[in-house]
């Protein structure tokens, strides 16, 4: 079993909305092969566009992808419409009750590892 501190190695690619300096500032930018950002590229979700665009610049099938969020219309949506692998949702606050069902759902960061770890 891995430590805690490195369940991010198994993140290869971060597709995101948030600001691009959070992940810098947080120590984990590095840590990724790739980052695309919805407000960089222009393409909003649920829009399949930047999932695609993401497993192209990695070179992988898109339906070896794991797409992970927190809503079910939005996040859940994309995985779907780009025909990703499994869509997880991770619970928060702003979780929608109804709309896409995920493959699964997870509490947090480290339920998240635990099925990373299931499944690779």
């Not at 971060?14 to 393409?43: K, L, M, T, W």
């Not at 990695?58 to 869509?87: K, N, Q």
Request: charged share 30%; hydrophobic share 40%.
């Amino acid at each position: 079993m891995r430590s805690d501190r490195t369940w991010w190695r198994t993140i290869r690619v971060e597709v995101a909305h948030i600001c691009p300096d959070v992940n810098p500032r947080a120590g984990v930018a590095g840590r990724f092969a790739a980052r695309f950002y919805s407000d960089e590229q222009g393409i909003r979700k649920p829009n399949p566009e930047l999932a695609r665009r993401a497993a192209a610049a990695l070179g992988v099938d898109p339906a070896g992808c794991w797409f992970v969020g927190d809503t079910r219309s939005r996040d859940v949506l994309v995985a779907r419409r780009a025909g990703l692998g499994a869509a997880v949702l991770m619970r928060s606050p702003r979780t929608d009750p109804d709309g896409a069902e995920p493959d699964a759902e997870v509490a947090d960061p480290r339920e998240l590892h635990s099925l990373l770890a299931a499944h690779w």
